[in-house]
């Protein structure tokens, strides 16, 4: 019966796929996946595996020994997400070890990340997802890969799913550096009433629930969260911003088939003070927290609904999830002031309006080949982006001035991918894969030049070997390749919109390669430590275009690293972490501006000691440090580094209600979140000047949260 099932679901997604992307590559596509499927027959009636492994949770990780495929793979447990202050939500990606997250503008606006020696901008080559669908954007009106992880509510997350590098079948677009996958709650053991009042204007409200909501003859529940915002910041331009942010979840089934519908609404509004030149400061024409265009800012709206599934009969197990979703944002920024238009300045508006569907099956079987013990997992995932509108237009004081480029794109991705998981002995374990991915897309642009479409495909094998464990012990290779997508204008452009020159036209998918070697042990007793050396090579570079706001593709790069992870509990109630990330980035093609990639941080380190349950207290102390990095490609211009501690004391009056205080930057430090090197042109000034801008970190702020359960 469920081979019938799997059957229809499989030639249903075959038909949808075909009319979806109306290409003979596409159905090679669901043929490539198909043929997985009959691979893995040989295990369907093989003898069923229990997959009962022990996993020894040392605090905040899950990332014991003979849990991963690598030494850099593991899972954040809400044990960190409980215990770790966050002055924004998208700071959830910095529970990755050797994840740095930043803001460059307001807080309704995507957050700046940096891994591995990238300053991944928004989100490129570093893939999320949330309850299944992805927050990624390919082809956004304001940076490629997009992620705005302002709609996320930390207290819903179950699980955090982290990998780093090219390794794995499972990940597609975004993913070179780096994934993320933040699973919700299906049902939380108690409601919550949340209350949070801090300085700068900080409140912020909480409410959610899990009561009981049975459908036919199953068990089911409804998980409802309401969140409402508001925050000034400490800018002399107060940031206004607002957020409300809806969650339904409906869960229903059976142990053996499972079922989730969730919808998700929010809505951002603020003002930004983005970036500012470092000599407006020095000369005294602002303060650390002055803004150069007071009327910066934007407005963002999410609208989502998915559907996810979980079966399991005997050793197969088949996961769905299927989502639709409807984006809109307005971003206002001025990084350049009055050097393009001295009368009117340089503002510009970054628009994006589009709707995003997805599917994306997963099959695994579990069985046995020969005497070994054998998994093979197979998936497809389709995606399509309606984009109607994703425009460029110059703007005073929000109102339009001008449109510099103003498009339409339908965008579609298909990826499929088999990987197969083989116990070769008690001490040698492979995981081999390969995923193909496809892309086209059509562009209608304003100027006839630009307008066209784009075809192209990527092959990626991966491979695994782990060996051990030996005494606690584990060791690992890994070889793998993937890729990140361009913006689907550029793949099309043959006229700069501005100039009227010719330019040329970007690739669609630039191939990445990746090679790690790490271990991790447990083999001194409550010390979890995993160390690993990673390389990663780049056929295009995307870098920040300050004086545009956008990035563009440039020469290819590698990076080399090392990077070492510590959870140790040396008393009950004592749980340190410690987290060291080393990096070095280059291009590899000769330009005489220089060899040093922009913005690529060297040295990422996190330190944390939590106290857990001493009477009534608990708390966290936490450090972050990002080193310098050059700002332009010679290296004569470099950022100063960043340090910053945060700390969180919980007192429990009960087993209801419990009151924590926040202090962000504990020291009051005066530092960057981020730093460029660009011309801009002040008001008065006579000609452009070559300047670091930047953007401060908040100064020390406290937060006191009252929390109930019921």
Same mark, same amino acid.
């Given at each position: ?14 038909? *949808? ?75 959830? +990606? ?20 940096? $891994? ?38 930390? =207290? ?14 499972? &990940?597609?677009?975004? #993913? ?35 009561? @009981? ?47 989730? !519908? ?96 997805? !599917? ?84 209608? #642009?304003? +100027? ?9 495909? @990527? ?84 870098? /920040?275009?300050? %004086? ?14 090392? =990077? ?14 410690? %987290?060291? #990330? ?56 470099? #950022? ?16 209801? $209600? ?8 504990? /020291? ?12 801009? @042109?002040?008001?008065? &000034? ?7 801008? *930047? ?16």
């Amino acid at each position: 019966m469920y081979a019938k099932i799997t059957f229809s679901l499989t030639r249903s997604i075959r038909t *949808f796929t075909e009319n979806i992307l109306m290409q003979s590559w596409t159905l090679r596509c669901a043929l490539f996946c198909a043929s997985a499927y009959a691979a893995s027959a040989a295990f369907a009636d093989g003898p069923h595996v229990e997959r009962t492994d022990a996993v020894e949770v040392i605090g905040h990780y899950e990332n014991a020994v003979g849990t991963s495929d690598t030494a850099s793979q593991g899972y954040i447990t809400p044990k960190l997400i409980e215990a770790r202050p966050l002055l924004r939500p998208g700071e959830v +990606l910095e529970y990755v070890p050797g994840v740095i997250v930043t803001q460059h503008s307001g807080d309704g606006k995507a957050n700046q990340f940096f $891994l591995r020696g990238f300053n991944l901008d928004h989100g490129t080559d570093f893939a999320t997802t949330v309850a299944g669908m992805p927050v990624n954007m390919p082809t956004h009106g304001h940076g490629q890969g997009y992620s705005d992880l302002n709609f996320l509510i930390p =207290e819903l997350v179950s699980r955090i799913d982290y990998k780093k590098g090219p390794y794995f079948a499972t &990940e597609g677009d975004f #993913s070179s550096a780096g994934a993320a996958h933040f699973h919700y709650y299906d049902k939380l053991k108690e409601g919550l009433a949340q209350l949070t009042a801090g300085g700068f204007g900080y409140r912020r409200a909480l409410l959610a629930g899990s009561p @009981q909501l049975t459908i036919g003859n199953g068990n089911g529940s409804l998980l409802y969260a309401l969140e409402l915002t508001g925050n000034n910041g400490p800018w002399d331009n107060p940031e206004h911003f607002g957020k409300q942010n809806l969650v339904l979840r409906h869960n229903f089934g059976s142990a053996d088939s499972s079922h989730s !519908i969730t919808a998700m609404a929010y809505q951002g509004r603020w003002s930004a003070t983005d970036q500012i030149a470092r000599r407006a400061v020095d000369s005294g024409q602002l303060s650390r927290y002055g803004a150069l265009d007071p009327t910066d800012g934007g407005n963002s709206q999410r609208y989502s609904l998915s559907y996810e599934h979980a079966s399991t009969e005997r050793n197969r197990d088949f996961q769905l999830s299927a989502y639709a979703i409807r984006y809109r944002l307005q971003l206002f920024s001025n990084f350049t002031y009055f050097l393009n238009n001295p009368v009117n300045g340089d503002q510009f508006e970054q628009a994006d309006r589009r709707s995003v569907y997805g !599917i994306t099956p997963t099959w695994m079987w579990t069985g046995k080949l020969g005497e070994r013990q054998s998994i093979v997992k197979a998936g497809l995932n389709l995606r399509r982006d309606n984009i109607d509108s994703v425009g460029l237009f110059n703007t005073m004081a929000r109102e339009r001035l001008a449109t510099v480029r103003a498009d339409s794109v339908r965008q579609t991705t298909a990826g499929a991918y088999v990987e197969h998981s083989l116990q070769w002995n008690d001490w040698l374990r492979s995981v081999t894969g390969a995923r193909a991915d496809f892309y086209r897309a059509e562009v209608a #642009s304003d +100027l006839a030049a630009n307008t066209g479409h784009t075809n192209d495909h @990527q092959v990626s094998p991966k491979l695994n070997l782990i060996f051990g464990p030996f005494e606690e012990t584990e060791f690992f290779f890994s070889w793998g390749r993937g890729f990140h997508s361009n913006d689907a204008r550029g793949t099309t452009t043959r006229i700069d919109p501005v100039a009227l020159t010719p330019v040329a036209q970007s690739p669609a998918l630039v191939r990445t390669t990746g090679t790690e070697i790490g271990a991790r042990t447990e083999w001194i007793h409550n010390l979890q430590s995993s160390l690993s050396l990673w390389r990663l090579n780049l056929a295009s570079e995307l870098l /920040f275009v300050g %004086d545009a706001g956008t990035t563009t593709a440039t020469r290819p790069s590698a990076r080399r690293g090392i =990077e070492w992870s510590n959870r140790y509990r040396p008393l009950p109630w004592l749980l340190l972490d410690a %987290d060291l #990330s080393l990096s070095r980035a280059r291009f590899t093609e000769f330009d005489p501006a220089g060899e040093h990639i922009p913005g690529a941080v060297n040295r990422v380190v996190s330190l944390g000691a939590s106290i857990d349950a001493i009477g009534p207290w608990s708390g966290m102390l936490q450090m972050r440090y990002f080193g310098p990095r050059p700002l332009i490609e010679d290296d004569s211009v470099r #950022s100063q580094s960043t340090l910053m501690w945060n700390m969180r004391a919980t007192y429990r009056f009960d087993s209801k $209600l419990k009151l924590s205080l926040d202090v962000l930057n504990l /020291f009051n430090r005066q530092a960057s979140d981020i730093d460029y090197f660009y011309a801009s @042109q002040l008001r008065g &000034e006579a000609a452009a000047v070559n300047d670091v801008h *930047f953007h401060p970190v908040e100064p020390r702020s406290l937060r006191l949260t009252l929390t109930a359960n019921f």
